[in-house]
């Protein structure tokens, strides 16, 4: 796949630099990415979110990310679609404090946070959801599916639905996906990963 970074402007480069930056400061005491990261590692879990991107979502989208953690893969790609809402859905108060800082300081605007269990989210309905490392395909999509909303997308832009980072042997994933929801279909590609296993982009629609 093209680099996913390539169409961004020096301004969002420099954005998501200093969010590296804030990252690792951070890290430090609430624990969002893996403990010991170094800021290397953490501009190639940055970079690795915007393997999402390698399609947009169409300006006025709501893209809920469940299970953000530090702001993964929701402050990346709020930085290269600014005309796009995201809202960063996380468990866990601490981590959903550290994404609003986050958001604060770097100036992103279009990023938001709801704090509590993706399970009984009810803020802005959602025409797509974006996920990584957070919960079997089955789980993430019945979060999603309960609470979306319609779209028309554009014919370049990911059909509304998930699209997720996803690691390992997806078969019984998928199986459990379609099990439970048997009207849903699968793409998968591969994805370059950055020293871990999450190397597919699955879409699901
Ligand atoms: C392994 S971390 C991944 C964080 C981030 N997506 C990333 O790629 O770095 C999983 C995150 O999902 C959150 N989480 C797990 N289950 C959840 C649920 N049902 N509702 C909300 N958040 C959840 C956890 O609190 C944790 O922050």
């Known amino acids: 796949m093209p680099d996913p970074t390539a169409a961004l402007s020096p301004a969002q480069r420099a954005t998501l630099d200093a969010y590296v930056g804030e990252l690792a400061r951070v890290n430090r005491r609430v624990n969002l990415v893996a403990r010991g990261a170094t800021p290397g590692d953490l501009a190639r879990h940055v970079r690795h979110c915007l ?37 960063a859905v996380d468990a866990v108060g601490k981590k959903t404090e550290a ?56 014919p370049e832009a990911w059909a509304p639905g998930l699209v997720c980072l996803k690691g390992g042997d997806l078969t019984a994933e998928i199986n459990g996906l379609q099990d439970a929801f048997p009207s849903t279909s699968v793409d998968v590609q591969e994805v370059e990963g950055a020293g871990w296993d999450d190397k597919a982009l699955v879409h699901v629609v």
């Open 51 to 87: 393997e999402i991107a390698a399609r947009p979502f169409p300006g006025g989208a709501v893209v809920v990310d469940w299970g953000t953690g530090g702001g993964l893969p929701a402050l990346p790609l709020a930085v290269a679609f600014p005309d796009v809402r995201f809202v």
């Open 99 to 154: 994404v609003r800082l986050f958001a604060r300081r770097l100036g992103v605007e279009n990023v938001e946070v709801w704090n509590g269990r993706a399970e009984a989210y009810d803020g802005p309905a959602p025409h797509y959801a974006v996920s990584r490392a957070t919960a079997p395909l089955a789980d993430l999509w019945a979060w999603f599916d309960r609470v979306r909303a319609p779209l028309s997308a554009p």
